[in-house]
């Protein structure tokens, strides 16, 4: 059984910083994975951040690019999203996504809150 757990949610004030981690654990081949990071705010459709492939490919929506890093470190089956210069609209519960060769998967999410 895969399973994703995310952490580094928290409250910070907007120009602030957080970084979040996605560990996946599991009958997984973690590296040949792609890792994706998806946020949900309220009354609003889920929407893709970023993603990683095993490949070492990056892909960001418009409103992480040039803010948002994803990164992951292999040896320990972590996926990484830091995000700097946020804004309130950022605020949302990110989740960590991996699509397998039968089925998917979703971690529990982590919050983010960013204050005016």
């Known amino acids: 059984q895969v399973q994703l757990v995310e952490s580094g949610g928290g409250l910070v004030q907007a120009g602030g910083s957080l970084r979040l981690s996605c560990t996946v654990s599991?009958?997984?081949?973690?590296?040949?994975?792609?890792i994706s990071w998806y946020r949900q705010a309220p009354k609003k459709q889920r929407e893709l951040v970023a993603s990683?492939?095993?490949?070492?490919?990056?892909n960001y929506a418009d409103s992480a690019k040039g803010r948002f890093t994803i990164s992951r470190r292999n040896a320990n089956n972590t996926v990484y999203l830091q995000m700097n210069s946020l804004k309130p609209e950022d605020t949302a519960v990110y989740l960590c996504?991996?699509?397998?060769?039968?089925?998917?998967?979703w971690g529990q999410g982590t919050q983010v809150t960013v204050s005016s």
């Open positions: 996504y991996v699509r397998l060769p039968v089925g998917e998967r």
């Open positions: 599991g009958t997984i081949i973690f590296w040949l994975n792609t």
């Open positions: 990683s492939s095993g490949s070492g490919t990056t």
